[in-house]
Every structure is written in structure tokens, then in C-alpha cells.
């Protein structure tokens, strides 16, 4: 019998047809699947408005999507505060209240940004925190090397970090005003003359003085405060006192005030508490006030709030507001600064 040449053929091409269509089918299968992980957007999840005591803090996220709108995870954002005298916000997107105004909250990666204007409301301004690792993180995310945090009737203090070499161009102010180095060492012009600073020095600058910073010997953080009433009446342009100086005798056993420096105007000293003592008592006075936490942990608790307390915290304390250190987990030493006229 003559074979059926044409049914044979059709056969042979749906076999082939089908395996070649599995053959595919597996390829797709197998093949890897590009996903986008390029982040194109970030919009950051906030209310337009926040409201709390001192140090209040509120949760900030953000949401990074590719191009094709789906959502990246565990990317590495960089969150910034435009102004950390109102708020501040950690690398975690935690937002503290500190003052009363209107910021730019930033998100970014790289040079990709999402931004959020929030309006800060603060229940009371009788009591300012902050902390020189927040000023210092704050100060990194600009291109400049001071930023004024604290700006009220009686001091103005402004946060500045110079690198080793660096300079500080010369000034001329008409107030009286205190440098804390907070670390670092460098050599200031005074008028002239040449003083070296050490780290955990405090140089008071009296009014119309030039000075200048002429050469930082290791990276130094500086709380400068300008006394806005009153003028000191110290002979000559400027005193010095260092660390050693500030310390005076100690007492184990008990609370130890050494007031080093002491003017018509204002009063700096270093507060020495032992742990052993555990505190003071409420004290409330008619004067503005200036705590740096140089040593120690502890709490602050004033009539306004409390604050937490470690080495670097800055905590300002305006006038008739009660306050008092206790809970210490270790000695603390704190630098005040008062300014005794109105």
C-alpha cells in the first residue's frame, strides 16, 4: 500500500512544533527575572504639622519606588533637618521638637531627594535641648562650618567644627563672647597676640576685640555664645581658663560649684556632681542659663520637662523656670553659664 505521504507531514510538523514549543516554554522559565532596583522617587510619610513639649518625637518614614512604581526596601536614606534649633531628626527618621517654626525635612539617596515642609509647634520655650553629636550630624549635611542654634534675648549660641588646618577669618563683635572647645586644640588670634586652646578650654572674648582662628592642630567643636546684655569688665581683651583650672577641688561626697569666671553680666563655672549624691535640689532663679554636659549621665527635670543627659547635651533654661539634676548613673560634670543681668 503507497504510504499517506501528506497526513506523515503533518505529523512531523506538529511534533516538531510542540517540542520547540516546550523547548521555549522552558527557556522563559528558566530565564532570570530583572527586577529594577534603581531608586527613582521618595516621598516621605509625615503630618504637615507637629505639636509637643521639648524633645517630643514623632516617627518619620519614607517610601522609595523604582520607575516602574514598585516599592524598594531597606534602602539606606539619609535624613536631614533644615533648622535643628526647631527640630531635629536622626538616621532613623526620629523627629524631636526643640522650637516653634517651619522646616525642610529631607530624604535622600545619593542626589535623589523627597522633602517635606513641616510646621513645628512647641507648648513652651523656657527649655531648649540638644546634643553636639546632633549639631554635629546637622552641620555635615551643609557646606558650612557654624550653625546657630540657640537665639533668645540674653545669649545667642552658634555650633562650629573646623578640620585640622582649618581657619576661622577674623571678626570683630560688640558683645562679650564665650568659646567653648568642646574637643580639639588650635591657636586664636587675639587681638594679635597668639593663644594656644587645648580641648575643654573656655576663652572669653570681651567686645570689639578682633580674634580669628589661625590654625586648628586637631579637629575641634565649638560652642560659642554671645552674651547679648551686659559687657564684662575684665582688664585686657581676653582670659582663659582650661580644664584643669575649671575643675578646682572635689569632693567625693558632695556637689562642688566652681565659679571661674564671674562678671557684671554673666557667671561660668563647672558644676562637679558624684553619683554618690545623686543630684541637687530644685533651684529657680531670675536668669538665663546655659548647661554643657561635659561628663556623665544623668536626667535634667525642670518645670517644663525633662531631659535625658550624656556627654554633649546642651540644655538651655530660660528664667523662673525650676530646675534639678538627679538620677545620675555615674559622676557628671556640667559647664553653666548664667547671665545674671537682664
Given at each position: 500500500?503507497k504510504?499517506?505521504?501528506?497526513?506523515?507531514?503533518?505529523?512531523?510538523?506538529?511534533?516538531?512544533?510542540?517540542?520547540?514549543?516546550?523547548?521555549?516554554s522552558?527557556?522563559?522559565?528558566?530565564?532570570?527575572?530583572?527586577?529594577?532596583?534603581?531608586?527613582?522617587?521618595?516621598?516621605?510619610?509625615?503630618e504637615?504639622?507637629?505639636?509637643?513639649?521639648?524633645?517630643?518625637?514623632?516617627?518619620?518614614?519614607?517610601?522609595?519606588?523604582?520607575?516602574?512604581?514598585?516599592?524598594?526596601?531597606n534602602?539606606?536614606?539619609?535624613w536631614t533637618?533644615?533648622?535643628?534649633?526647631?527640630?531635629?531628626?536622626?538616621?532613623?527618621?526620629?523627629?524631636?521638637?526643640?522650637?516653634?517654626?517651619?522646616?525642610l525635612?529631607t530624604?535622600?539617596i545619593?542626589?535623589?531627594?523627597g522633602?517635606?515642609?513641616?510646621?513645628?509647634?512647641?507648648?513652651?520655650?523656657?527649655?531648649m535641648?540638644?546634643?553636639?553629636?546632633?549639631?554635629?550630624?546637622?552641620?555635615?549635611?551643609?557646606?558650612?562650618?557654624?550653625?546657630?542654634?540657640?537665639?533668645?534675648?540674653?545669649m545667642?549660641?552658634?555650633?562650629?567644627?573646623l578640620?585640622?588646618?582649618?581657619?576661622?577669618?577674623?571678626?570683630?563683635?560688640?558683645?562679650?563672647?564665650i568659646?567653648?572647645?568642646?574637643?580639639g586644640?588650635?591657636i586664636?588670634?587675639?587681638?594679635?597676640?597668639?593663644?594656644?586652646?587645648?580641648?575643654e578650654?573656655?576663652?572669653?572674648?570681651?567686645a570689639?576685640?578682633?580674634?580669628s582662628?589661625?590654625?586648628?592642630?586637631e579637629?575641634?567643636?565649638?560652642?560659642?555664645t554671645?552674651?547679648?546684655t551686659?559687657?564684662?569688665?575684665?582688664?585686657?581683651a581676653?582670659?582663659?581658663?582650661?580644664?584643669?583650672?575649671?575643675e578646682?577641688?572635689?569632693d567625693?561626697?558632695?556637689?562642688?560649684w566652681?565659679?571661674?569666671?564671674?562678671?557684671?553680666?554673666?557667671?561660668?563655672?563647672?558644676?562637679?556632681?558624684?553619683?554618690?549624691?545623686?543630684?541637687?535640689?530644685?533651684?529657680?532663679?531670675?536668669?538665663?542659663?546655659i548647661?554643657?554636659?561635659?561628663r556623665g549621665?544623668?536626667?535634667?527635670?525642670?518645670?517644663?520637662?525633662?531631659?535625658?543627659?550624656e556627654?554633649?547635651s546642651?540644655?538651655?533654661v530660660?528664667?523662673d523656670?525650676?530646675?534639678?539634676?538627679?538620677?545620675?548613673?555615674?559622676?557628671?560634670?556640667?559647664?553653666?553659664?548664667?547671665?545674671?543681668?537682664?
Amino acid at each position: 500500500m503507497k504510504p499517506n505521504t501528506p497526513i506523515k507531514t503533518s505529523l512531523f510538523f506538529l511534533v516538531f512544533t510542540l517540542i520547540m514549543g516546550a523547548c521555549s516554554s522552558k527557556d522563559e522559565a528558566t530565564e532570570p527575572v530583572q527586577n529594577n532596583t534603581t531608586a527613582a522617587s521618595i516621598s516621605i510619610n509625615a503630618e504637615s504639622s507637629y505639636e509637643g513639649l521639648l524633645n517630643a518625637s514623632f516617627q518619620l518614614t519614607a517610601v522609595v519606588t523604582n520607575r516602574d512604581g514598585d516599592v524598594l526596601e531597606n534602602q539606606n536614606i539619609v535624613w536631614t533637618s533644615s533648622h535643628p534649633e526647631i527640630a531635629t531628626i536622626d538616621q532613623t527618621g526620629l523627629l524631636r521638637i526643640v522650637s516653634d517654626g517651619q522646616i525642610l525635612i529631607t530624604a535622600s539617596i545619593g542626589s535623589l531627594e523627597g522633602i517635606k515642609t513641616l510646621r513645628i509647634v512647641r507648648t513652651t520655650q523656657d527649655l531648649m535641648a540638644f546634643t553636639v553629636a546632633d549639631l554635629s550630624l546637622q552641620l555635615a549635611a551643609t557646606s558650612e562650618t557654624s550653625l546657630e542654634f540657640l537665639d533668645v534675648y540674653r545669649m545667642t549660641s552658634t555650633f562650629v567644627e573646623l578640620s585640622q588646618g582649618a581657619v576661622l577669618e577674623e571678626t570683630s563683635v560688640n558683645r562679650d563672647v564665650i568659646y567653648y572647645f568642646y574637643k580639639g586644640s588650635a591657636i586664636m588670634n587675639i587681638e594679635g597676640e597668639e593663644v594656644a586652646v587645648a580641648g575643654e578650654s573656655a576663652v572669653l572674648v570681651t567686645a570689639n576685640n578682633r580674634r580669628s582662628i589661625t590654625s586648628v592642630s586637631e579637629d575641634v567643636q565649638i560652642i560659642m555664645t554671645k552674651i547679648n546684655t551686659g559687657l564684662s569688665q575684665i582688664p585686657g581683651a581676653y582670659a582663659v581658663q582650661s580644664r584643669v583650672q575649671m575643675e578646682g577641688p572635689r569632693d567625693p561626697n558632695q556637689n562642688i560649684w566652681n565659679p571661674f569666671m564671674q562678671e557684671e553680666s554673666f557667671v561660668l563655672g563647672l558644676y562637679m556632681l558624684p553619683q554618690v549624691v545623686g543630684g541637687d535640689n530644685r533651684l529657680v532663679h531670675d536668669w538665663d542659663e546655659i548647661n554643657i554636659v561635659t561628663r556623665g549621665f544623668g536626667r535634667f527635670l525642670t518645670d517644663e520637662g525633662i531631659v535625658q543627659l550624656e556627654p554633649g547635651s546642651i540644655v538651655y533654661v530660660r528664667e523662673d523656670n525650676g530646675h534639678a539634676f538627679a538620677n545620675l548613673s555615674s559622676d557628671m560634670d556640667v559647664l553653666i553659664l548664667w547671665n545674671t543681668r537682664g
